[in-house]
T-cell receptor, first 116, second 113 residues
Framework: AQSVTQLGSHVSVSEGALVLLRCNYSSSVPPYLFWYVQYPNQGLQLLLKYTSAATLVKGINGFEAEFKKSETSFHLTKPSAHMSDAAEYFCAVSDLTQGGSEKLVFGKGTKLTVNP | ETGVTQTPRHLVMGMTNKKSLKCEQHLGHNAMYWYKQSAKKPLELMFVYNFKEQTENNSVPSRFSPECPNSSHLFLHLHTLQPEDSALYLC????????????FGNGTRLTVT
């Protein structure tokens, strides 16, 4: 089964500072990887996805992530944090259900705090 | 408008009640999902349906009963729940391809008293 590990349940940065959220994956096949963001009292919103077309993936709101096979990592970055980036971020990997459908397996999430 | 609509947004129910959560997707997807999100726990996949057929039941207690009458609608019927079932229940849909992301609704916040 595929899995992801997010290092750090809480990350705190200053406004304007670099954001780095870490994700490592475990997969027996070339993975499809995703980053989602969740704001309070809302569902999960897709930030970006890796589907093997390019190792550096750009997403919404200025976020990007780099797929590194040698490190089994898919870390999320943003050069300059904004107050509106405060939210919880989830890394996910695609896997198969018992019946052969696709599903996503999520990490435990990283809560990002942005300080003024 | 997220494309996936969940109702109600909030639900408070006693342990002896019967209630249902509803999810509707307007994206033309063929797969639908129920996830449970509890405090301090990772997102737990509960059920997956593909073209109305259940393809995953992740050892969910029988007090949770899913129903998928068509590819656009998904229900979660609840009965005799426990306080530990209080959580945010998220519905999602997708094209059922590995590179296809899940699209989530805003969830139903369930409190069992």
């Amino acid at each position: 089964a595929q899995s992801v590990t997010q290092l750090g349940s809480h990350v705190s940065v200053s406004e304007g500072a670099l954001v780095l959220l870490r994700c490592n994956y475990s997969s027996s096949v070339p993975p499809y990887l995703f980053w989602y963001v969740q704001y309070p009292n809302q569902g999960l919103q897709l930030l970006l996805k890796y589907t093997s077309a390019a190792t550096l993936v750009k997403g919404i709101n200025g976020f990007e992530a780099e797929f590194k096979k040698s490190e089994t990592s898919f870390h999320l970055t943003k050069p300059s944090a904004h107050m509106s980036d405060a939210a919880e971020y989830f890394c996910a990997v695609s896997d198969l259900t018992q019946g052969g459908s696709e599903k996503l397996v999520f990490g435990k999430g990283t809560k990002l705090t942005v300080n003024p | 408008e997220t494309g996936v609509t969940q109702t109600p947004r909030h639900l408070v129910m006693g342990m002896t009640n019967k209630k249902s959560l509803k999810c509707e997707q307007h994206l033309g997807h063929n797969a639908m999902y129920w996830y449970k999100q509890s405090a301090k726990k990772p997102l737990e996949l509960m059920f997956v349906y593909n073209f109305k057929e259940q393809t995953e039941n992740n050892s969910v207690p029988s007090r949770f009963s899913p129903e998928c009458p068509n590819s656009s609608h998904l229900f979660l019927h609840l009965h005799t729940l426990q306080p530990e079932d209080s959580a945010l229940y998220l519905c999602a849909s997708s094209q059922d391809r590995g590179d296809s992301p899940l699209h989530f609704g805003n969830g139903t916040r369930l409190t069992v008293t």
